[in-house]
């Protein structure tokens, strides 16, 4: 397989990724959070586990398996529960847009790690990003720290489960880069969050009576769970053997795709500040990355002149 054509499938994870927000909601509306997450990734699981199967655990460190096992399986419930228990498609996009601090939180927790020194500019990023947020909760009238709160308070549980989504992805992605020794259990991972989800359905609810599945539903369900496993699938592709540099580049647009996507899937609009929010937080994660990457940056720059 060429670079080029590797790079090419990593950069149509991106595209997939960007889908899950809007359908995962559009199941939800339809037969609730709990059995929208749980049949998600229950098939992602099947589709994974028929593309890799459960690689040799004992050849992966112990301590890795374990810790980002747990990170992993929390941060995939966090996000998808965070989209799911959304109130409307809006407040839906709005969410996805908290879990999308991760790239600038990634940043400062390698720093805290001591994997990067310290740089003003992540610091700068940071301020951009969250600043993006803010504006975006702000609506299209003027600032207001008590609009912004009202607006969070309204479902204080997503919005929550969003930033700690993000948060412990940034973990995840420092503690994969030190310990992983090159191991990408990303079958084994997702059958674990597939047992964790039927076992609390079990002991919460009894064994669960299927809702009935329309047509539409189905396909829906059907969509997101081979995005989400297709995804991940050609991600590792194009970091493997593509560009990755141009892939983690790229992937800082996410957020605008993301809600370009979901917009179009859950049939919204969305305000004008929303757009400049959005924009708020593509800028400030790539400044992080800028900052954190700049000497390799100016050596490429020297050479190109």
């Known amino acids: ?10 950069l149509s994870a991106i595209l997939q990724w960007s889908a899950i927000v809007g359908l995962l909601k559009r199941i939800s509306f339809s037969i609730g959070a709990d059995y929208a997450v749980t049949f998600m ?4 699981a099947i589709i994974l586990l028929l593309l890799f199967r459960i690689p ?4 992966i460190p112990k301590k890795y398996l374990f810790f980002a096992t747990a990170l992993f399986v929390v941060y995939e419930l966090c ?15 709005e969410i996805s847009l908290v879990n999308y601090l991760w790239p600038s939180l990634t940043v400062a927790a390698l720093i805290l790690f001591k994997e990067l020194k310290f740089n003003i500019f992540v610091v700068l990023g940071l301020a951009v990003s969250l600043s993006g947020i803010v504006l975006i909760q702000t609506g299209n009238g003027a600032f207001s720290s008590t609009a912004v709160l009202n607006n969070i308070l309204a479902n204080p549980v997503s919005y929550f489960l969003a930033f700690l989504g993000a948060s412990l992805w940034a973990l995840y992605c420092v503690i994969t880069r030190k310990y992983s020794n090159g191991h990408n259990p990303i079958a084994f991972f997702f059958v674990v969050i597939t047992v964790v989800l039927w076992a609390k359905m ?10 009935t599945i329309q047509a539409e539903t189905a396909i829906c369900m059907l969509m997101v769970s081979f995005v989400t496993a297709l995804g991940y699938a050609a991600w590792n592709i194009g970091i493997i053997k593509g560009n990755i540099t141009l892939l983690v580049t790229l992937s800082y647009f996410s957020p605008l795709v993301s809600s370009v996507f979901s917009m179009l899937i859950l049939q919204t609009s969305l305000a004008p500040s929303f757009w400049h929010g959005a924009i708020l937080v593509t800028v400030g994660s790539f400044i992080c990355w800028i900052s ?13 002149q």
């Open 1 to 10: 397989m060429s670079k080029n054509l590797a790079t090419l499938i990593g």
């Open 41 to 44: 990734y229950s098939i992602s």
């Open 56 to 59: 040799n655990l004992k050849a």
């Open 79 to 93: 996000f998808s529960y965070a989209i799911a228990l959304a109130q409307t498609p809006q407040q839906a996009i």
């Open 202 to 211: 079990y002991f919460l609810h009894g064994i669960p009576a299927l809702p």
């Open 292 to 304: 954190t990457n700049w000497p390799h940056l100016k050596e490429k720059i020297r050479h190109a």
